[in-house]
């Protein structure tokens, strides 16, 4: 592993793919930036999807300057016959890794990797990298851990799963090994069916709830992706893991030699609801600081852990940061969009949009966590399984609320699983009409507060398009 990113160090524009033919299949941002990093180390690129109508990687002006003759592309449903003839295939996030075509080029020996594991390629050893994964609140604590190091001098690349794909950053670093000092990933567990060399120095998994199960088939499965952070992990490599019994025998399977700390105990990471501070002890030392998480603008409690775990993971990065510098920098977090984001008050009542809350426990995380009341939006496309939806699990945060609506696809379900615990709820036909009777309900000092622990694409093509409606409706009403 090090000697890989060592390499990489000592021969930054080293054209190492001079002459192989890569695959990249999946033409999103995450293709397109392992496209243009194929393309940099060398290779000839052909893009693979199965939607018909994309734009083509030859057409691309970014693309042009390494030459129209090193691209092509194919569309449609024939697109993967062209695998079996590439030396290696670069996979999307989006790409199961157990695609019958993959699995077909696999066997008749084409290397496959996750665009994760293509990017790790090209790290340099002296680059330090923090991976975070789990199942709820992993934008949160990265973005928190990139705005603690930049705020405290540190340069850094924020991304991953986050938005901006880590091809990206090794791109950057090709041209100057040392742009950034760290790397703040965030890791799904759809990266990680073939992470390739990745390598993280410290790593942290927050969580392990029931999610993407549609793919992955079952928790075991699930967590086990989870854990393969864990095993290229080093002696001297840090991770953080909550108490969680299940999750410490999936890590214990996984291996690895890292040091090892939890959430919620010590050596590790300790929040004071009540005071407001945060408890960080590194397994590498003796030594505990303490922070005040008073300054913190971010809604929720649960964000006082989120920003507790960044805080420990800023510190385990062994960057020589002073803890004064990390503690003038908890003022200036700011939760990433979508995530108990305010959009803003109107005739006393704040708006909150939680919209990236696509399942029953990061919704409770956000309502269970509201210090107002509030008139709690609950709707969409509800994951469940054959036992339910299981939003009887929220009644208990519920009832310290105002009220809820439920909407869309799973609204009556919803409805029924709520009344049935014993929670008064109204179940209406679409978002906007959960909002209008929202506005209804809500006092001032409340909150009307967007966290639907449902998928949106019943209505909406994706969280984010959710979200932006909910303050388009805000600005409408307050306009």
């Not at 496959?112 to 340099?124: M, R």
């Amino acid at each position: 592993l090090l000697s890989m990113r060592a390499h990489a160090l000592g021969t930054p524009r080293v054209a190492d793919l001079k002459g192989k033919r890569i695959a990249v299949v999946g033409l999103g941002v995450s293709g397109k930036a392992a496209a243009k990093l194929a393309l940099d180390r060398g290779a000839h690129v052909v893009g693979v999807d199965a939607k018909p109508g994309l734009p083509k990687l030859e057409d691309d002006v970014e693309l042009a300057q390494f030459g129209r003759d090193r691209t092509s592309t194919v569309l449609g449903e024939d697109a993967f016959s062209v695998l079996e003839e590439c030396d290696r295939i670069v996979l999307s996030p989006g790409v199961p890794s157990n695609n019958q075509h993959v699995q077909r080029a696999a066997r008749n020996g084409v290397e496959v990797v996750s665009e994760l594991g293509f990017a790790a390629e090209c790290i340099p050893a002296t680059t330090r990298v923090a991976a975070i994964t789990g199942t709820n609140g992993k934008s949160t604590v990265t973005t928190f851990t990139g705005q603690l190091l930049e705020h405290s001098g540190a340069s850094n690349f924020c991304g991953g799963n986050l938005g901006l794909p880590l091809s990206k950053a090794s791109f950057v670093l090709r041209r100057d090994p040392e742009e950034y000092e760290a790397l703040v990933v965030e890791v799904s567990s759809y990266m990680m069916e073939l992470p390739g060399n990745f390598h993280a120095n410290v790593a942290t998994i927050l969580n392990l709830t029931p999610d993407h199960l549609e793919r992955h088939g079952n928790m075991e499965t699930y967590g086990s992706l989870k854990c393969r952070l864990l095993t290229p992990m080093m002696e001297e490599d840090t991770v953080l893991l909550p108490n969680d019994a299940f999750l410490e025998r999936l890590a214990v399977q996984a291996g690895g030699k890292a040091k090892r700390a939890t959430i919620d105990g010590m050596p590790g990471v300790q929040i004071d609801d009540e005071t407001k501070q945060a408890y960080v002890c590194l397994p590498s030392t003796s030594n505990c600081n303490t922070y005040d998480l008073e300054p913190l603008r971010a809604v929720g409690k649960h964000n006082l852990k989120n920003a507790g775990v960044a805080l420990f993971l800023a510190e385990a990065l062994n960057l020589g940061l002073d803890p004064s510098a990390l503690q003038s920098a908890i003022a200036c977090l700011e939760a990433p969009p979508h995530r108990m984001m305010v959009v803003g008050e109107h005739e006393g009542v704040i708006w909150i949009d939680d919209s990236k809350s696509t399942n029953v426990d990061s919704s409770c995380a956000g309502i269970s966590g509201l210090a107002r009341p509030a008139v709690v939006l609950l709707g969409g496309m509800g994951k469940g399984s054959a036992e339910g939806l299981g939003f009887a699990k929220l009644v208990p945060f519920l009832q310290q609320h105002r009220g809820v609506v439920a909407f869309g696809k799973s609204g009556l379900e919803i409805e029924g699983e709520l009344l049935a615990a014993g929670m008064a709820c109204t179940c209406v036909g679409k978002m906007a009409d959960a909002v209008d009777l929202a506005r209804q309900m809500a006092k001032s000092g409340d909150a009307i507060l967007l966290s639907p622990a449902c998928a949106s694409f019943d209505e909406f093509n994706n969280f984010i398009h959710r979200g932006k409606y909910f303050a388009e409706l805000f600005n409408k009403y307050t306009s």
